[in-house]
């Protein structure tokens, strides 16, 4: 099964050769480290009993790590069949007995098929996509309670480098490109989506914002 009912560059980019080595990364050294910035801040709050949705899930790394927590289940939706398939295998024994399933597609094209979750992740996947309004909205229609994604910070070093890797890709006529979306324009389609920021935290490389829905309060500290 292909993906091809939208955006289809990430799904032949990400494919049995770099997820491998995505494998191989996670395996040696851990969660990266913006996953490691998003499971910070997604553990202060209660999990136990809620349903994840991971969207561009990749290889399953969010929802492996955070299997112990007690969610009561996990979707995983990616536009790659390589990183579904490599997904199924980490998440699967992780989860026994509770409900997971693994939903390939565009998310964007796809999202209304999917179950509503507690708490909807995207950890380094509106960087990938041309659209972050249209993955935004998509996701915080799916969340009942938290929103959580990472993306790069909207600096110079990080434009002028995505800039360049854009550069290679179209003279190598890779239809795949990276972005750094407005901070402010993706944060004003989660206000319109009635969510309200929760936390935020940034490094050279990474920003993390998690939302939540204003009926549920932060945890304390
Ligand atoms: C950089 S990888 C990040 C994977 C994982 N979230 C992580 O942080 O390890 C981006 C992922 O988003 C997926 N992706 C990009 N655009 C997507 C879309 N529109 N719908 C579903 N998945 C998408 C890609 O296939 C890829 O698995």
Redesign the pocket.
């Known amino acids: 099964m292909t993906?091809c009912a939208?955006?289809c560059a990430?799904?032949s980019?990400?494919d049995s050769r770099v997820a491998a080595r995505?494998q191989r990364r996670?395996q040696r050294r851990g969660?990266?480290a913006?996953?490691r910035m998003l499971l910070a801040e997604i553990r202060r709050w209660p999990l136990r009993g809620l349903y994840l949705l991971?969207?561009?899930?990749?290889?399953g790394?969010?929802a492996t790590e955070l299997a112990a927590a007690g969610l009561a289940g996990a979707t995983l939706?990616?536009?790659?069949p390589a990183?579904l398939d490599l997904a199924r295998r980490n998440v699967g024994s992780r989860y026994a007995g509770r409900p997971t399933q693994f939903m390939l597609?565009?998310?964007?094209?796809?999202s209304a098929t999917l179950p509503e979750a507690d708490v909807v992740?995207?950890?380094?996947?509106v960087?990938?996509?041309p659209d972050a309004d249209a993955?935004l909205s998509a996701a915080a229609a799916r969340s009942r309670r938290l929103l959580a994604f990472?993306h790069p910070p909207n600096r110079w070093y990080l434009r002028a480098g995505f800039a360049v890797m854009n550069f290679f890709f179209r003279i190598g006529r890779n239809q795949f490109r990276i972005f750094v979306h407005s901070p402010q324009q993706m944060a004003s389609v989660l206000d319109a989506a009635g969510f309200v920021r929760a936390a935020h935290r940034e490094s050279l490389l990474w920003s993390l914002s998690l939302y939540r829905r204003p009926e549920f309060p932060s945890p304390s500290p």
């Open positions: 993906c939208g955006y990430a799904a980019f990400f995505d996670y969660p990266d913006s996953t991971d969207v561009g899930s990749g290889i790394v969010l939706a990616d536009a790659s990183y597609g565009d998310f964007a094209a796809t992740t995207l950890d380094r996947v960087c990938c996509y993955l990472t």
